[in-house]
């Protein structure tokens, strides 16, 4: 099937009745062509819409300038004798980076093995066994790009599956069940896991910060989980386009599986963009916009980016975890004093998200929504 007529079937799919509250109803996205499929006509130009005039340049190797993304051991935070030495490291990659790798995380090679064979069989489906995962317009979960809100903007080089894991009763049925028996039990016990490490994760930080735990605790435990299966495929012309458009991550944290050998993952730091080498068998994880407000910006989520290549197919797996959608958030109180007043309104994690799927992704700037005025400021900080 041609990606014209892949886009047309998803342009006609009806509307998806889901029993959401106003709270929980997160955004929708216009119906783009599959790039699999576009690029299978062995095309020599990219179509228009795909090409990006005034990109930055490409990423500079990590050793030409600048170290490697920090790495952090997740059973050095655990035993007694070393976690005081690896909580600083967190803490100095949450400062400096909002990125790191993590390795000995406890979830096993066999898992991560098991789903990294899910994703590419996905992607080895043919389309009309993909159709039946296509994402309906009233929906962000399915297959095919999200966050497009307009028929002029940009697309991104890319096809992807989305779908919310936690809350349960927010999961589309229909594309779980679409699923072989095999994937839905990989991806339950994936997402399981992953759930785990990310309250781990965030247990950390919060000893990090010096926070109270309860309150990291009171924000997570009842939270909001979603995983993405990303395929970038090889392009005639790498340079006109953009794998994922430069962002930073509404969620916190984001942990990120590379499921092939091709990188394509870069941040921006000190205003270039820096090719981030996944180690085997780790996570990338990206504390993401909500991580920095609640820390009042100690941590500082990063922009990224992901590029592609003319040779090589590049596939990646991403788990996202934030608070349930219906938690109020903001600076942490116990961060918060009259020597150090919020730097950010607070809001509810829903209208949050809503407003960051409203609209097209453009560097940090919906973080920027959430903050005080100068004004506010010194208003919170004298009350």
Not at 61 to 83: E, F, K, V, Y
Not at 144 to 156: A, H, P, T, W
Not at 199 to 221: G, H, P, S, V
Request: hydrophobic share 40%.
């Amino acid at each position: 099937m041609c990606a014209i007529s892949l886009s047309l079937s998803l342009s006609l799919s009806l509307s998806l009745s889901l029993d959401l509250s106003k709270e929980e109803m997160i955004g929708s996205s216009l119906p783009v062509p599959s790039v699999q499929e576009l690029v299978k006509d062995q095309i020599i130009t990219v179509p228009s819409r795909y090409i990006r005039v005034g990109q930055d340049p490409p990423a500079i190797s990590a050793s030409a300038t600048l170290p490697s993304i920090p790495t952090i051991d997740m059973q050095r935070l655990l035993q007694g004798d070393s976690m005081a030495s690896e909580l600083e490291k967190l803490h100095s990659a949450c400062k400096d980076w909002g990125f790191f790798q993590l390795i000995n995380h406890g979830v096993s090679f066999s898992l991560i093995e098991k789903t990294k064979s899910e994703v590419q069989d996905f992607f080895k489906l043919p389309p009309e066994e993909k159709m039946k995962f296509l994402r309906k317009p009233d929906d962000l979960q399915g297959y095919g790009q999200i966050l497009v809100v307009s028929v002029e903007q940009k697309l991104d080089s890319a096809d992807m599956l989305y779908l919310i894991t936690l809350p349960t009763h927010l999961r589309n049925s229909t594309l779980f069940e679409n699923f072989t028996p095999s994937c839905r039990e990989t991806l339950e016990e994936y997402t399981s896991k992953l759930q785990k490490l990310a309250m781990a994760i965030l247990e950390m930080m919060a000893r990090a910060l010096n926070m109270d735990a309860q309150e990291m605790k009171d924000l997570f435990e009842d939270g909001n989980q979603g995983i993405r299966f990303n395929y970038y495929p090889p392009c005639p012309q790498p340079e006109r386009v953009i794998g994922l458009t430069p962002h930073s991550d509404v969620f916190a944290p984001t942990i990120l599986l590379q499921v092939n050998e091709a990188q394509g993952l870069e941040i921006r730091k000190k205003g270039m963009w820096v090719s981030v080498k996944p180690l085997p068998n780790a996570f990338i994880v990206n504390i993401g916009d909500i991580m920095e407000v609640i820390s009042n910006r100690a941590y500082q989520s990063l922009e990224h980016r992901a590029t592609v290549n003319s040779v090589q197919e590049r596939l990646s797996c991403a788990t996202f975890y934030g608070p349930n959608p219906k938690t109020e958030f903001g600076p942490a109180r116990s961060l918060t004093n009259l020597e150090k007043p919020p730097l950010f309104r607070r809001e509810t994690v829903g209208n949050f998200f809503r407003d960051f799927f409203s609209k097209e992704l453009k560097g940090k700037s919906h973080i920027e929504t959430m903050k005080l005025t100068s004004g506010l400021a010194s208003a919170s900080k004298s009350s």
